[in-house]
């Protein structure tokens, strides 16, 4: 049964004759009191180390001290701040248990009928002890009762200093279907502090941040009362938005006993949020706000999925604002700042309690009512107060209520995307773009905290740029409007689909634009992680998948990121990247192996992630320059719906020119790479080319190329030199000709001259704005063992040593009459008069019987001349001619080629290519049966490597989910303990939402379980009948196909999933690895009875299944709903 967390009581409070507070530590259901007075009474000594005092305490426990060290030592190790479910002690502890409980039922046996058993045996541990026990008990409506137990020498008021423990009842304690006394124990502060912080060093390491500030955490919060205000006050206040974006972290911090309720107030009397709104930064107050507001990310309940507790946060943070303000004299201790912060913090609680009450009851309407009531309720919450219809004057506030705005339309958005998929009026289509733009506009061009130019933000440069997310708020607010008149008159037209109302407009986001954000993240990860195990290496292996399929994708969709990545990677290392995505974002018989043998190999992926940071390195200039290339997509995309005028625009480019002076090394690789790329690719520009799709492809890459040159340029505000500003309009507007003209006709001679020429005016503008030259020069990055690592992955062989010429000469010798049969055969298409038995040979042969067929009718001359015959009454009746468009028929050589071994050599090839050579036989049907059947005659270990080679394919399957379920669930010990103990929907639910927040948080866990998880969905590909596994149909990205997703990105999830909702997509993921494991045990039946009996057809296992229904692996495979679809990857026919 899981513990509740160690929880601080004041004794004082039950009037004892002590007035201190203790940390109350609870035990087991089973054996509650024992456990608690065994701990309590030997914990001091274990922890004072006193060799001789314990083994006197463990003697007055069971009347012997033998094996005291080693139950000291379980005791030293006990930490209840560690671990919240669990209690595991070794069989001497257990020991003790017994031997105790047995002395104590002996002195209560001769009890008088309704006597008091748990006092009387309390009072017999008091004597057997000869110590005080004093019992606290508080029942489930608070009511407190003390009493004491002293041993029979001594009175309470006794001068000699005997030893007190502490007991802890709990009266008729609520247990799934019963009631029944609990007990915990008292743990004095000073025995508590060392496991206390031990358990919080074991938390911090988990995260990175955290691990660098462990020493000045623990400095911080050591002997306070509320860890949370402690951090507040702090150097190291900078973990808080780490920790409290994570409710994995904070159950965590929970379960050690450190408060982390922003609510609860501290010695001054004040909550922690009188300390946020004097912060300079506001994140503080905001995150800890919607802590509590979304039910202090206990469950799935939140301000986005409201119940009756998301009400009553809502309210408790409303009456802790007004308590704090009306007991600090209207903060008048406190800067400016906070009386702004709590006028906008106030009025988007009032904005979202609203909202939430709508959606609660709500419930019976319909979607697009719903819909309405949150448009209507945002509409009149839109302003932060009453405005004239004045620009100036209203981005004025948006300026200077910028909280307010950013936290209205981040929770806005999430809503109404959420009910986007719901509801049925065409009016809403027109919204979803202008959302987007809203959303990614904030999310670019931040407010920044800086002072004021002439202290008013009209005017000031620092603010310039936030009229782009203003003016797309406003222009949401007008097709807001527009949409909401349509529905109230009716004249939206016909319902349109959801799902398709989203990605059409979706569509309209190019993809180029996020695809370097995708990779950066994915290298931080990589270059970040510890790879010392499984989880790290996949964590690598996922990242070369993305780089892969990064390049893949820009290449195929000829993208400007593609040309920006290719001109920093060298060529070699991006065709080994492609290779690797190539073998492992698809299935491939014979990359499997390698792949595995591979992944065992650490020291291997350690050193490519260390040529990872390298290339990481390489790439910083452009993922710093891509950052500004996405403000100006997002510019470009606004220019349609509102004006910004030139003025502005240059305010905002000042911006980037700032950074090219303070980052000038980065700037300058991204520059000068740029123009050698360019020069190659127009070197490579041949006259006359025949490949048309190519040509098209590297005029393409040309456009790219000069869309970057002009990028590179984008640095520096020409516009205050204007000659230079002109030489660079023309060279822009002569290259643009050029390149244009080229889409429409073939290259000659004449147009690469002219293209060189325009490329060598940029060559000159740029020393002349940069001073900055170009020179070819090779680069520095080789990754060899990236290298290796591709060479490597595929055509593994399995066989070792003796097993490898055993299986090579068992299986050469049951093939031999089928080599010389096919010898024979290929004699006899030569020399027809030399094979007379051609029915026996053939039946030595594992050709099927259409290609027996064809062999035969090639050899006999009757069949021969029948065809003759065929073939005149095909050219008399040509509408009974085969279609051009299909194959002619195969010939008779290339049968006896493709079909039929005739050595050993042609079947195994060299030694260590067997293997790969058997995998490729076993695509032949008739080969596996023939081989299957055989297999029973190997060696019992040699049969067993035979049989998993076959069916390597369920087998991957299953190791992969074992590898998920051990990243998932086994390495987390919270995770782990309540997979083990919780058997209610709800203790499930909230295990299920700390998994996801691992996965958000811990960026190794996230990377490796996309990677496994879409190793499992290459597998399952494309089956129909499970298709639930692998599409998404939940919240807001619902009906995305979710390996699609983790293979080529999703510009919605990537992008606009980040930022508005990132547990969204997460929680589908876990959803569907859950599944995965809960069907695991189907699958290693189902692998096991295919191992057992190698039925040949679906329909013979099916037969097996029903046959054997009695057996517990059959049963184990029919309780999964789902098995037939798993069925069909085992290596059985159709």
């Known amino acids: 049964m899981p513990l509740q967390s160690p929880v601080v009581r004041d004794l004082s409070l039950w009037n004892s004759r002590v007035s201190k507070s203790v940390w109350e530590i609870s035990t087991p259901e089973k054996n509650s009191l024992y456990w608690s007075i065994i701990i309590s009474y030997l914990i001091p000594s274990a922890h004072s180390q006193s060799t001789s005092n314990f083994a006197k305490r463990l003697k007055n426990l069971t009347d012997g001290s033998g094996g005291s060290q080693e139950v000291m030592d379980q005791l030293k190790n006990f930490n209840p701040f560690k671990k919240k479910h669990a209690f595991h002690f070794g069989k001497d502890m257990t020991g003790v248990l017994q031997i105790f409980k047995k002395k104590i039922n002996r002195s209560t046996n001769n009890r008088p009928f309704g006597a008091d058993v748990q006092g009387m045996k309390l009072d017999a541990a008091s004597k057997m002890l000869n110590c005080f026990i004093e019992v606290y008990s508080i029942d489930s409506n608070g009511t407190k009762n003390h009493c004491i137990y002293s041993p029979n020498s001594q009175s309470i008021n006794s001068s000699v200093n005997l030893d007190t423990i502490i007991i802890f009842h709990h009266p008729n304690t609520q247990l799934k279907n019963r009631e029944k006394d609990t007990f915990g124990f008292g743990m004095e502060f000073q025995n508590a502090q060392s496991s206390q912080e031990k358990a919080l060093t074991f938390l911090l390491r988990k995260d990175k941040l955290l691990k660098e500030n462990n020493a000045q955490i623990q400095q911080s919060v050591r002997n306070s009362e509320n860890f949370l205000i402690s951090l507040l006050n702090s150097d190291v206040k900078n973990v808080i938005p780490r920790i409290y974006k994570s409710p994995y972290i904070l159950a965590k911090l929970q379960n050690a006993g450190y408060n982390t309720n922003p609510l609860v107030k501290g010695r001054d009397g004040f909550s922690a949020f009188h300390l946020c709104l004097s912060l300079p930064d506001s994140q503080y107050l905001n995150i800890l706000y919607n802590y509590v507001s979304n039910n202090f990310y206990q469950s799935s309940e939140s301000c986005r999925n409201p119940s009756d507790e998301t009400v009553k946060s809502l309210n408790d943070l409303k009456r802790a604002f007004e308590a704090d303000f009306e007991n600090s004299n209207g903060f008048s201790s406190l800067p400016p700042i906070a009386v702004q912060r709590y006028r906008q913090i106030l009025r988007f609680n009032e904005y979202q309690a609203n909202v939430v009450k709508i959606m609660k009851n709500s419930q019976q309407k319909s979607a697009d009512s719903i819909f309405l009531s949150i448009l209507q309720e945002y509409i009149n919450y839109f302003l932060f107060c009453s405005l004239p219809n004045d620009e100036g004057l209203q981005f004025e506030n948006y300026l200077i209520f910028s909280d307010y705005y950013e936290n209205l339309d981040r929770y806005t958005s999430v809503l109404l995307l959420d009910r986007l998929l719901s509801v049925k009026n065409k009016a809403f289509s027109d919204l979803v773009k202008s959302l987007f733009l809203m959303v990614m506009s904030n ?59 989203i990605l059409r407009n979706v569509q309209s986001i190019p993809k180029d634009e996020f695809l370097l954000a995708r990779l950066k993240t994915s290298l931080e990860t990589a270059i970040n992680a510890e790879v010392n195990d499984k989880k790290g290496v996949l964590t690598i292996l996922r990242t070369i998948q993305v780089f892969g399929e990064v390049f893949a994708t820009s290449i195929t969709e000829n993208f400007v990121s593609g040309f920006l990545l290719s001109a920093h990677i060298p060529e070699h290392i991006e065709l080994a990247l492609l290779d690797i995505r190539n073998d492992i974002s698809h299935y491939k018989a014979n990359a499997i192996e390698g792949r595995l043998n591979l992944e065992t190999r650490i020291d291997l992926l350690q050193k490519i992630q260390d040529e990872l940071k390298l290339i990481y390195q390489v790439l910083e200039p452009v993922f710093s320059c891509q950052q500004f290339k996405m403000k100006e997509f997002i510019i470009q995309s606004a220019a349609p719906h509102f004006q910004i005028s030139e003025e502005e625009l240059k305010n905002i480019a000042t911006e980037r020119e700032i950074w090219c002076k303070a980052e000038w090394g980065q700037f300058k690789s991204f520059a000068v790479n740029v123009f050698r790329l360019f020069a190659k690719v127009l070197n490579k520009l041949e006259p006359k080319m025949n490949d048309s799709k190519n040509y098209f492809h590297k005029i393409k890459r040309l456009q790219n190329g000069a869309e970057a040159l002009n990028f590179v340029f984008s640095f520096k505000i020409t516009s205050d030199d204007p000659i230079v500003a002109k030489h660079l309009t023309d060279a822009r507007s002569e290259l643009q ?64 040593e003796e097993e490898n010429l055993k299986i090579r000469k068992l299986i050469s010798e049951f093939l031999e009459p089928s080599f010389e049969a096919t010898l024979k055969l290929k004699t006899a298409l030569k020399n027809p008069q030399s094979l007379t038995n051609i029915d026996q040979v053939l039946n030595q042969t594992y050709l099927s019987s259409k290609n027996r067929k064809i062999i035969k009718d090639a050899i006999l001359p009757k069949q021969l001349e029948n065809l003759k015959i065929s073939k005149n009454v095909n050219k008399n009746n040509p509408d009974k001619t085969l279609d051009k468009k299909r194959k002619p028929p195969k010939s008779p050589e290339e049968v006896l080629k493709n079909f039929s071994y005739e050595s050993q050599k042609q079947a195994l090839g060299e030694e260590n290519e067997t293997s790969e050579k058997l995998l490729e036989m076993l695509t032949k049907e008739e080969y596996k049966v023939a081989l299957l059947q055989h297999s029973s005659t190997f060696e019992k270990s040699l049969e067993i490597k035979f049989l998993k080679l076959v069916n390597q394919k369920m087998e991957f399957l299953i190791e992969r989910i074992n590898v998920i379920e051990r990243v998932l669930i086994d390495e987390e010990d919270n995770i782990r303990d309540l997979v083990k103990w919780g058997r209610s929907p709800e203790i499930k639910k909230h295990n299920k939402f700390l998994m996801r927040q691992r996965y958000v ?134």
């Not at 003016?471 to 008159?489: A, I, P, W, Y």
């Not at 490329?759 to 680069?779: A, C, G, P, R």
Request: charged content about 30%.
């Open 443 to 501: 999310n670019y061009f931040p407010g920044k905290e800086h002072n004021h130019d002439d202290d008013t933000p009209l005017g000031c440069k620092g603010c310039a740029h936030r009229l782009i997310p203003f003016r797309s708020r406003m222009n949401f607010l007008k097709v807001m409007r527009e949409g909401f008149d349509k529905v109230q008159t009716g004249s939206a037209g016909n319902n349109a689909s959801p799902d398709c109302m």
């Open 737 to 800: 000709k050029i390149i244009k003209s080229l889409e429409e006709r073939e290259l000659i001679d004449d147009d690469i001259n002219d293209l060189h020429n325009s490329y060598q005016k940029y060559v000159l503008l740029l020393k002349q704005v940069f001073d900055l030259e170009v020179k070819d020069t090779d680069s520095e990055l080789k990754c060899k063992y990236l290298i290796y690592f591709k060479e490597n992955l595929k055509d593994y062989n399995v066989f070792v």
């Open 1001 to 1134: 948080m811990e960026l190794d866990v996230k990377s490796s379980l996309e990677m496994l998880l879409f190793d499992c969905m290459n597998i399952m590909h494309e089956r129909k009948d499970l298709e639930n596994i692998y599409t998404k149909m939940n919240d807001m990205f619902a009906g995305v196909d979710l390996r699609n997703i983790l293979s080529h990105g999703n510009i919605l999830v990537d992008s606009l999933g980040t930022f508005l909702d990132p547990d969204d997509l997460p929680s589908e993921l876990i959803t569907k690895m859950l599944e995965l494991i809960d069907d695991k045990k189907a699958l290693e039946a189902l692998s096991n009875l295919w191992m057992k009996e190698k039925p040949m057809t679906t329909k013979h296992l099916k037969e097996l299944i029903k046959k054997q229904s009695g057996s517990q692996t059959i049963a184990d495979i029919i309780k999964c709903l789902r098995w037939e679809g798993y069925a069909v990857i085992l290596p059985t026919r159709q």
